[in-house]
């Protein structure tokens, strides 16, 4: 499989590449040269395990790495998850609740970055070389990539989070690992700031040469591909269970990844009728698939931080089917983006795969209150904005599928709001307590920012080999 990027510059590269680059050169964002149609292959794999369909579907793409190194990296990353079937399936009312916070940091994003680290690793060794990630995060993405690649050798990671507008879980989830490899930089900014500077450092070529940067975000496409597989996994278990031939997603939303890889499902070829976009009340994404114009916004804090974003990176891989994959179109669309803030996109062919719908925190608080006293199932904030939404898209004959992305014991405080009491706990969030923490506090400042890492890397390389820097 080649890729290419979303702006049509640079060759074509393999899937090892495409990882390893990240983002492409040209600022865009790798998507496969085509998408394989799996339809003829559903009945075979509909009573695979998690691990088995992952390798199917990963060596579609992945097509670059041998069957048994693949299979290696895929059973040493699930085989850290606190549940057997990886992504279970628990029916709570009408809904399908596909729970995908049984991985070490307990939200969905453990999913695609055990398995992203587990392949920066194989792909280093390959070729004796060093990666430094760099990497913006909104709460979850952070731990989950530092818990995906701490500790190891060839691996550093910059984490530029939101100073004070993470969740103090999450804060400290990040904060406290203290492997010489790991550095949190608390931004005095927003979200989006943290990823215009990641965005920016990646920009500058000659930075990104010499200090060679990896990135963990979900403008890789190995994260994309690996959160393919739920789709399937889930789709399969419900399918099973109820008799039904399509099926709908419910998804909470914020840089368009997770429900990205959904539509990448039903393009392959699984009876998906309709993917449930999911918003808080930063809802340009929502605003999007109903007026059709895409208009930047400010960011405003709510329950479920994770999703606070406005411009949601991986819409330009979704804008770049819209545009018929036509790079030169799509460059045109982030270009006026860019200009004015906004964009009306006319699609060349439209798309009934979406539909979209806002919960505010008010909605919010009362999907989790609801769920609580009906069923004594506790949805996260993050869960709670797609389940409000999916009670909107019912329909008899078609099971509904929403996705759980965190467990509530990472957002105990919307619990206590909602229900008047925390009796979310889970083990390792009450360990958290106490723990030593390290963080760096640090202005929105791409320059700033630039010259501390360039700094510890110069520092850990000298300090390592005893000479100066020489990349
Ligand atoms: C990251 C995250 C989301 C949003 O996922 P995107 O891929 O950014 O759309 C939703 N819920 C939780 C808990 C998350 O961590």
Redesign the pocket.
């Known amino acids: 499989m080649k890729y290419l990027s979303t702006r049509g510059g640079g060759a074509p590269l393999s899937f090892k590449e495409t990882v390893l680059t990240g983002l492409a050169r040209d600022g865009g964002l790798f998507l496969p040269a085509e998408i394989p149609d799996i339809t003829d292959k559903l009945a075979a794999w509909r009573h695979m395990t998690y691990s088995d369909l992952a390798f199917e579907i990963m060596r579609l793409y992945a097509d670059d790495l041998p069957d048994s190194a693949l299979r290696a990296i895929i059973d040493k990353s699930y085989g850290v998850f606190r549940h057997a079937e990886v992504t279970p399936v628990v029916n709570v009312g009408a809904l399908h609740i596909l729970e995908l916070?049984h991985g070490p940091t307990l939200?969905?994003?453990d999913v695609a970055l055990q398995f992203l680290g587990n392949l920066f690793e194989y792909y280093l060794e390959e070729d004796n070389a060093e990666l430094n990630i760099v990497a913006a995060t909104?709460?979850?993405?952070g731990s989950?990539a530092i818990h995906g690649v701490r500790g190891r050798d060839r691996i550093r990671i910059f984490v530029l989070h939101p100073n004070g507008r993470v969740s103090s879980v999450q804060e400290r989830q990040m904060t406290s690992v203290l492997d010489d490899n790991v550095f949190n930089l608390g931004v005095t900014g927003t979200f989006d700031d943290c990823q215009n500077i990641v965005k920016a450092l990646f920009g500058d070529l000659s930075f990104r040469d010499k200090y060679k940067l990896g990135a963990v975000n979900?403008i890789n496409w190995a994260r994309v591909l690996a959160?393919v597989v739920y789709y399937f996994y889930a789709a399969f278990q419900v399918q099973i269970k109820t008799g039904a031939g399509q099926v709908r997603f419910a998804?909470?939303?914020?840089?368009?990844?997770?429900?990205?890889?959904g539509y990448i499902a039903r393009r392959m070829g699984l009876p998906i009728d309709k993917l449930v976009l999911a918003t808080n009340e930063n809802d340009i994404l929502t605003r999007y698939f109903h007026t059709g114009e895409y208009t930047l916004g400010e960011v405003y804090p709510t329950l479920?931080p994770?999703?606070d974003?406005q411009m949601?990176s991986?819409f330009e891989r979704y804008l770049y089917y819209l545009c018929n994959s036509k790079p030169t179109l799509l460059a045109q669309c982030m270009e006026e983006l860019k200009r004015s803030g906004s964009l009306k996109v006319d699609p060349i062919r439209p798309d009934y795969s979406f539909v979209a719908g806002r919960a505010d925190t008010a909605a919010t608080i009362a999907a989790i209150k609801q769920y609580w006293e009906e069923y004594a199932y506790l949805l996260?904030p993050?869960?709670a904005v797609g389940v409000a939404v999916a009670s909107r898209f019912m329909v008899e004959e078609v099971p509904m599928i929403a996705?759980a992305?965190?467990h509530p014991a990472?957002f105990g405080d919307a619990i206590k709001r909602a229900t008047g009491e925390n009796m979310a706990h889970h083990a390792a969030i009450d360990a958290l307590a106490g723990l030593p923490t390290r963080k760096e506090i640090i202005a929105p400042d791409c320059g700033a920012v630039a010259k501390f890492i360039g700094g510890k890397i110069e520092a850990a390389v000298t300090g390592a080999r005893g000479m100066t820097y020489e990349p």
């Open positions: 916070f939200a969905f994003k909104s709460g979850d993405t989950a979900s959160q998804v909470p939303t914020g840089n368009f990844g997770d429900i990205f890889a479920s994770s999703m974003i949601a991986n996260d993050h869960t996705l992305t965190a990472k």
